[in-house]
């Protein structure tokens, strides 16, 4: 009334006609009018503009808005018909779809936006949302060679992803590496979400050679993005770092039995073979385990440097290496398959610096990991051994090891191997091989040794698809020259089957939800489960069916007829029949109308 000013918020459309009058302060006040009309128009229709949403992955929380444009905010949102995947709600007032999926599987629903007009708009629009099985393994690789002069690290092979849920993983990082010059290291390492987790500095004897630098760490990681990187530099920018098969696989725990240990710290080393790290382990029946032990250890230009794999007092790797420089570590992977009774296991890293040495020999980040293969998912691994001393003097490649086998579906193999390499003359090189098929190298290391007794450390981590047929993989080894005898021992060759192979898949319940029933209507509704080995078994681990329903131990069908009506909320779990078993859960409910009412008059 003082200012003139028409405001507010327009509540209906159409238009007004008005007339306004002024007066003013005059002792005999004027006044003036005059007419005025506002069309107030009505507001855009009221429409849904998303039309798809992401996949998302079970066990990973998930999070997506659903878009409107037009109408009267605020808006109101609901599900329509069909329903969200399990673990997953709308937010009433925001149009968030949020969650942690449970379950996997498509979901179709319909939502509906409201608006807040007098007379409220509607608009709905059909969505699903499909939930992807966690993945059990990741994977990456740069094979190339790359080199730098740089003092800070440079990146040569990046994994990241995020896994389904809270859980153990294995990391596995392994590369090739030489220098340019013999005054200066090549440094390689491997991080975690930006931690070290295995740090070399070698100074090569040769600047042809080739060494491995291989590691395994098991970290627990949360369902969130982790990235692994393998990276490296050189000591001094007048000398070329260079690297090649730069690779990282992630196993992921699950299921799997798995034991592991680690004593990451810096211990200086004694003339007394000494365990550093212990992982201990009791299977409950015989069978096979992949037995995987790692370290990190320094020498002396003099002296040498003696790491052991062992299960209990058995020997199961030995490596004796005499380093170039005296602040050099390297690596030490070994990699067993071996057959374990069902009583108390025990698998060490043992290590000891050799006899009259008073200079520091150190050992670092020593772990050991023991997973059990009989039963597990990894059905159809395969593995050979050749521990024996084998010599040559060849200049043409000898086979050391070799394992064949039949690939029944095609899918992806984790490969791992270890051995120890010698040369009896410091001026020549010993030269090994890891190969696919004969037609793919996954690892090709040249040692020059600093003591003609090392037996110096090789591996080899990679991932390879092999189709359905015959495959094999081998470690071969010669000399340089043939006056120099070259020497190998402790070949370990071990291949398992990451996807297809022969493995078995995990076990997941893909039924989200079931329908409701009535009192008094019969009713019969399966749970459907996939992967694992058949035949499953259901069970109800928590809340209660329905009464008058039963959960079919050997089927998975919840039948009977319903007695009383209101909600029940309940969880089942398949087992399947692995020599481990596998097993997985899932929470749904049942509502159970009452039944009609009799007819009267």
């Known amino acids: 009334s003082s200012t003139g000013t ?128 966690a993945s059990t393994y990741e994977f990456t690789a740069s094979d190339s060679e790359a080199s730098t002069t740089s003092t800070a690290y440079q990146t040569k092979a990046t994994l990241t992803f995020t896994p389904g849920g809270v859980d153990d993983w294995v990391i596995f990082g392994f590369a090739e590496y030489k220098g340019s010059s013999a005054s200066y290291s090549t440094l390689v390492r491997v991080q975690v979400d930006a931690a070290d987790q295995a740090v070399i500095t070698v100074e090569p004897k040769d600047t042809t050679d080739y060494q491995s630098f291989a590691t395994v760490k098991v970290a627990n990681l949360t369902a969130a993005s982790h990235t692994v990187t393998i990276q490296y530099a050189s000591e001094n920018a007048a000398a070329t770092a260079y690297v090649r098969n730069a690779r990282v696989v992630a196993v992921k725990k699950a299921s799997l039995v798995m034991a592991a240990n680690a004593a990451d710290s810096t211990v200086a080393l004694t003339t007394t073979l000494t365990n550093y790290v212990t992982t201990s382990f009791t299977p409950a029946t015989a069978g096979d385990y992949l037995l995987i032990a790692s370290a990190e250890a320094s020498a002396n230009t003099a002296y040498s440097t003696q790491v052991q794999a062992k299960l209990g007092s058995t020997v199961l790797d030995d490596s004796l290496v005499e380093s170039k420089d005296n602040t050099d570590y390297g690596t030490f992977l070994s990699a067993s398959v071996v057959n374990c009774p069902a009583s108390a296991q025990s698998l060490t890293v043992t290590a000891a610096k050799e006899t009259g040495s008073t200079a520091t020999h150190n050992i670092r980040r020593a772990r050991a990991v023991a997973i059990r293969l009989s039963g597990s998912r990894f059905t159809g691994y395969q593995s050979a051994a050749a521990d024996s001393v084998s010599t040559t003097t060849s200049t043409a490649f000898q086979n050391k090891a070799t394992k064949s086998w039949s690939v029944t579906t095609a899918g992806n193999w984790l490969l791992m191997s270890s051995f120890r390499v010698s040369i009896n003359n410091a001026t020549y090189s010993n030269e090994a091989r890891v190969q696919v098929d004969d037609t793919t190298t996954s690892a090709q290391p040249l040692r020059e040794c600093q003591d003609t007794t090392d037996y110096m450390n090789s591996a080899s981590v990679d991932v390879r698809n092999l189709t359905v047929a015959s495959h094999f993989v081998d470690i071969d080894y010669r000399s340089e020259n043939a006056a120099a005898t070259a020497g190998i021992q402790y070949a370990h060759i071990v291949a398992i089957p990451l996807s297809g192979g022969g493995g078995v898949a995990d076990l997941v319940i893909t039924t989200t939800s079931v329908p409701n029933g009535q009192i008094g209507v019969a009713y019969s509704q399966t749970v459907v489960a996939t992967g694992g080995t058949t035949p499953y078994s259901w069970t109800t681990v928590g809340g209660s069916l329905p009464a008058g329903l039963t959960l079919g131990s050997s089927t998975g069908t919840i039948s009977g007829t319903p007695t009383t009506a209101g909600t029940s909320n309940f969880t089942v779990r398949v087992t399947d029949s692995q020599g481990t078993p596998d097993t997985d859960d899932q929470a749904l409910s049942i509502v159970i109308a009452a039944g009609i009412p009799d007819l009267v008059i």
């Open 6 to 133: 028409i405001s507010g918020t327009p509540t209906a459309s159409g238009t007004s006609n008005f007339t306004v009058r002024v007066t003013d302060s005059q002792g005999t006040p004027d006044t003036d009018t005059q007419a005025l009309s506002i069309v107030i128009n009505p507001p855009a229709d009221l429409v849904i503009t998303t039309t798809s949403l992401p996949a998302g992955t079970q066990g990973a929380a998930y999070s997506q808005t659903v878009v409107a444009t037009g109408g009267i905010t605020p808006y109101g949102w609901s599900v329509l018909s069909g329903s969200l995947p399990a673990g997953l709600s709308l937010g009433s007032s925001n149009g968030t779809i949020s969650g942690t999926p449970t379950g996997t599987g498509t979901s179709n629903f319909t939502v509906r936006v409201t608006d807040s007009q007098g007379t409220p708009d509607t608009d709905d629009q059909a969505l699903s949302i499909t939930i992807n099985v």
